[in-house]
């Protein structure tokens, strides 16, 4: 018996590693909206903080339809100069740390849409050629390949969002494009629920301020509440999304002490798909990241 359980050890060595990986590999994270404050600091920057794990560009405000489309990148540079194109060395620093870097699309003002199964696949088109793998004569962001697409839909219907996941799913044999949806939380949310549903989302971060029914108030129980029924949808990496300071939303702001020592205990026991916090957004992350990181 002794040979036999020495025998035994290194594999069961082994096993424990490779559980330990996999741990490893899902360890939460936190999630940043950059993109739209002059002010915020540089993406570079941003990412050399080692505060996050995900960093979303935000946004693109006007696409579908057959409309041009715009990105908004507030006071950082001017795609149709292409100033933004100096992102580029930037975003790739960021990379070389491993965060993952989204262009997001859409946000609470913009000019975007989309009309039939085929215009979904066009703009899925356009985000391959233009910001991920493809190819384009045209980057604004020069020749930096994102990780994937951020959908911060909150305008317009829920009309073809899952075409356009189903879309860019499709260029995964070529490489990996990582697809992450923004919801708000009220369950379900009326302009991402079907996309969702597609299963193709690798990350759901869950918006929960500006929204009383759903948010943190006297308490957290609303906000539980919510989250118990969003932990039901077919991704499993699903995150908690709060403003960095009470002037970022209309509502919903959990000091960091209340978030680490109440929520996030309630919410990580509750369901395994817990997979971190996201940030809105960059320029009201005034020391909120790193009070929260080391609960994350």
């Not at 703009?123 to 911060?152: C, E, H, K, M």
């Amino acid at each position: 018996m002794a040979g036999l359980t020495w025998l035994l050890l290194p594999v069961l060595s082994s096993s424990l590693l490779m559980v330990s990986l996999f741990q490893s590999a899902q360890a939460a994270g936190i999630a940043v909206y950059w993109g739209q404050h002059g002010d915020e600091g540089s993406l570079a920057d941003t990412c050399a903080s080692g505060n996050y794990q995900f960093v979303n560009l935000a946004f693109l405000t006007t696409f579908g339809g057959g409309k041009t489309p715009v990105l908004n990148l507030a006071g950082h540079c001017d795609p149709p100069s292409g100033t933004c194109a100096s992102l580029s060395a930037e975003i790739k620093a960021c990379q070389n740390r491993n965060i993952k870097v989204l262009l997001s699309l859409g946000g609470q003002i913009g000019n975007y849409g989309l009309t039939s199964a085929d215009d979904a696949g066009q703009v899925a088109n356009y985000l391959w050629n233009t910001f991920l793998g493809g190819q384009s004569g045209s980057r604004p962001l020069g020749d930096a390949v994102l990780d994937g697409i951020d959908f911060d839909i909150e305008t317009g219907t829920g009309l073809y969002w899952d075409d356009l996941a189903r879309a860019l799913s499709r260029f995964n044999s070529q490489k990996k494009v990582y697809l992450s949806a923004a919801p708000q939380c009220p369950f379900p949310d009326g302009h991402l629920s079907t996309a969702i549903g597609t299963g193709l989302f690798d990350y759901v971060w869950i918006q929960f301020y500006n929204n009383g029914q759903c948010q943190y108030g006297a308490n957290a129980d609303n906000l539980i509440a919510r989250w118990n029924q969003w932990t039901s949808v077919q991704s499993n990496q699903i995150f908690l999304g709060v403003p960095a300071s009470a002037d970022a939303a209309g509502g919903g702001y959990i000091p960091p002490n209340v978030l680490t020592s109440q929520v996030l205990p309630s919410i990580k026991s509750s369901s395994p798909k817990y997979a971190g916090v996201m940030i809105w957004n960059k320029y009201f992350d005034r020391g909120y990241s790193s009070a929260i990181k080391g609960s994350v």
